[in-house]
């Protein structure tokens, strides 16, 4: 490896941060002067303003947005899941730059106080901070229009700049760039829960090297990855392997022996992360609180908003019949394809358990035989003998899941919410798994546009919490411009 290779390799993420701000600033620079090119476009030469009398105003707008980028963690090397928090922190950060803006264009225009005409007297003070920021800019030379046009577009192309990036920074971690050699000490329930998640989501970074474990012998095999060795051993184990981050997933071990483990890791400076005791529990969105010096776990009072829940039901009716309307001729298309490959009804309904465990009939497209219409653990693979022709390709583009819609207008789905599962599944939840019946089902999800899409709904419950527990108007509208890429890629049931 050159010298060149192994400098990206070993700093690679403030690599990619640094790349990611001069890409920003590159994109808040373009945004502004595309909204200045439009609005001039729009408008006739006698009321054109030159893009010298924005030269001030455009350096502030790109100064406060990249700061306000890193205030809502734009920047921040860790990221949620499927990054969608970050998407929703792209539009809080841009209407947040934008008042900042407007409040500084107010403050920081020039003023007569001060002068010979009219003296500054108590104001002087003020007035000498003012002074160490002399704009020369004149609001009555400037467009309204113009600058609103540039915050939109700020919004709308770093949006787009963003999901470019995360798919190339994917791509790149998917040839092993940059990639940050792990292990896992704890062969258990837990360690292999990682385990799953690390081959599931190569997209981390993280290249998942095997297990440390005392109760199992070296070379085991545990799922696709084999034990390294014994935990007595983890110091030499972190060297041999070039091993970056360990991760602790023995949340059945007592205190000390974990303690033990942590002040090991310490010592060689390796950064760890340690699985609670109750980790389940940290699914929720709870509280710390202190008894004199000792931390206590609560969780969170759980109040559903009025206004949310409005907001919820008035873009769940908007979707619905703008998709319903659109989307008309294709049903009957649908349907006469439906008929003439297979005898039957066109809709295929069925029960399903909704919120506070209440049924419902759930509409689809039918994509299965007849005789096969039964319930049943769906079809993992487009080659299962239960679906017709035309419902593979259906179930590809996620088109027989339309006449969900109509479940949506009748307030029993939402557009976005865990995906509803049927009674003998529901029967068997574990007290866990009944948290998904907290909000209505959906007809798409954060499940949905995952890298676990190909397993059961049921066996990916922390989707479901994380989506119930940070549940926001702006998280649904990333999770359904997420599900069109989806969709348009033909990732749809497979």
Known sequence: MTALGTFVRRNFEPLVLSVQVVVDLLVVVLACLAAWAVRERLVGPDIAIPLANYREVFSIATAVCLVSFHWFGMYSPSKSLLNVEEYAAVTKASVAAFFVVFALLVFLRGTS??????????????????RLVDLEFNPDGLSRVTLLLAFVFVLVFTT???????RVIQKIYRRGIGNRNVIVVGAGATGQKLQEKFLHVPTLGLNFVGFVDDARPSGALVGHSRVLGRTQELELLVGRHKVSEVFVALPEAEE????????????????????????????????????????????????????????????????????????APLFVVVALLIKRQSPGPIFFRQERIGKDGRPFRMIKF????????????????????????????????????????????????????????????????????????????????????????QDAIHENIDYDLYYIENQSFLLDLVIVALTGFAVAKGTGAW
Request: aromatic fraction near 10%; charge should be positive; hydrophobic fraction near 45%.
């Open 113 to 130: 106080i001060g002068t010979e005409e009219a003296p500054g007297g108590l104001y002087e003070p003020i007035l000498a901070l003012h």
């Open 160 to 166: 787009i700049s963003r999901f470019v990036s995360f």
């Open 366 to 453: 039918r994509t299965m035989h007849v005789d096969q219409c039964v319930d049943a653990v769906a079809p993992r693979s487009e080659n299962d003998p239960r679906i017709t022709r035309i419902g593979r390709y259906l179930r590809r583009y996620s088109l027989d899941e339309l006449p969900n819609f109509i479940n949506v207008l009748k307030g029993e789905m939402s557009v976005v919410g865990p995906r509803p599962e049927m009674r003998f599944i529901v029967e068997s939840y574990r007290p866990m798994d009944r948290e998904r019946l907290r909000a209505k089902p959906g007809v798409t999800g954060l499940w949905q546009i995952s890298y676990a899409r």
């Open 256 to 327: 000390k022996d974990v303690m033990d483990l942590v002040a090991r890791l310490d010592a060689i400076h390796v950064p760890y992360y340690v699985v609670p005791r109750f980790y389940h529990l940290l699914a929720y969105n709870v509280r710390i609180e202190n008894l004199d010096s000792i931390p206590l776990i609560t969780r969170s009072e759980l109040r559903d908003s009025l206004g949310a829940a409005v907001a919820k039901r008035l873009f769940d009716l908007a979707v619905a019949s703008f998709v319903l309307i659109l989307a």
